[in-house]
């Protein structure tokens, strides 16, 4: 019997823990999960952040839209791509300006995983296509500089649908080429990120972000003097509405003073989908598109014509 009790036991730990039959959506929106994109799987993404503060005078708003690309090289290794549009201030405005953002490339590989526990490493080059010249852009968005990341991931796996995540982060930043103005040496940055998520069913996940930055110096842009501590709590909504198609939405609220004088909130909207290379997206199918019902074979309306009883043959 107490074997019997022990095979059960095992069995519900290795269901419990398996990545198969993990609920989906399983990411945070901002802190990286150990998992990766499956092997010879894409995820193509598209999200756009909204920067905004309650006094414009103070802080201008900034809006960023960001394709993306994920996919996957081997079972626990995932290359992903970034391509940015940033928007200084609001469309309509006159002072209102677009530009084309930076690249970040990077690279994901899921070290270890046993049992609920698994350890991630991240690294990312950006390419510095954005614009430098620009000194109200904050070194996180797009500032035309050569950035270099490097980050730990850590994550414990407590059920199917409930996960924790911790990331350790080195950011290195770029100088920025300014014109006619002197050069301005970004100062490099520590970041730690902790998050929590709960997948109340297969398709509907809820979560918390906590984001913490410290650049060395206080000045982080020649309009950002005194902009050192940044604290950011995010929660999270992410939904899958088709087999593979994920909707997210976010609402950033800055903690520190240092971050709510850039901006006092943001909001995060977005969705990804990811499919099989070998078979390519599949697209769901309408109501309209479905097999109509066969037709029934149309009655006649029209009463039948009553038959003449025949006479009787018998006689009389």
Do not use: C
């Not at 995932?78 to 677009?98: C, H, I, K, Q, R």
């Not at 690294?123 to 109200?136: E, I, K």
């Not at 598109?289 to 018998?314: D, G, N």
């Amino acid at each position: 019997m107490n074997a019997r009790l022990r095979i059960l036991a095992l069995a519900a730990a290795v269901s419990l823990f398996s990545p198969s039959v993990w609920a989906k959506p399983y990411r945070a929106m901002v802190t990286r999960t150990a998992s990766t994109t499956r092997s010879g799987n894409m995820e193509l993404g598209l999200r756009y952040q909204g920067f905004f503060s309650t006094d414009s005078d103070k802080s201008l708003p900034y809006q960023q839209l960001s394709p993306s690309l994920r996919w996957g090289i081997l079972d626990n290794l995932e290359a992903n791509v970034y391509f940015e549009v940033l928007g200084l201030g609001l469309p309509g405005e006159s002072d209102f300006t677009l530009a084309f953002g930076d690249i970040p490339l990077g690279l994901q590989w899921t070290v270890l995983e046993a049992g609920p526990f698994a350890l991630g490493a991240y690294g990312r080059v950006t390419f510095p296509t954005g614009p430098s010249d620009q000194d109200v852009i904050p070194p996180n968005l797009s500032d035309g500089t050569w950035d270099y990341e490097g980050t730990l991931i850590g994550e414990l796996r407590v059920s199917r649908d409930l996960r924790f995540m911790l990331n350790a982060s080195y950011l290195h930043q770029g100088t920025r080429d300014r014109g006619a103005f002197a050069e301005f040496d970004v100062p490099d940055a520590v970041q730690l990120g902790v998050a929590g998520t709960y997948n109340i069913n297969d398709a509907t996940l809820v979560g918390l972000e906590v984001i913490g930055r410290r650049y060395f110096e206080r000045a982080i842009t020649p309009v950002w003097t005194d902009n050192a501590n940044q604290v950011e709590i995010i929660p999270v909504v992410r939904r899958e509405v088709f087999p593979g198609l994920v909707l997210e939405a976010v609402a950033g609220i800055a903690v520190t003073p240092d971050l709510s004088s850039i901006y006092q909130f943001r909001a995060l909207i977005g969705g990804t989908y990811e499919f099989d290379l070998a078979s390519g997206p599949r697209v769901p199918e309408s109501k309209s598109s479905a097999r109509p019902a066969p037709a029934k074979k149309p009655t006649s309306t029209k009463k039948p014509t009553p038959t003449k009883k025949p006479a009787s043959t018998k006689k009389k």
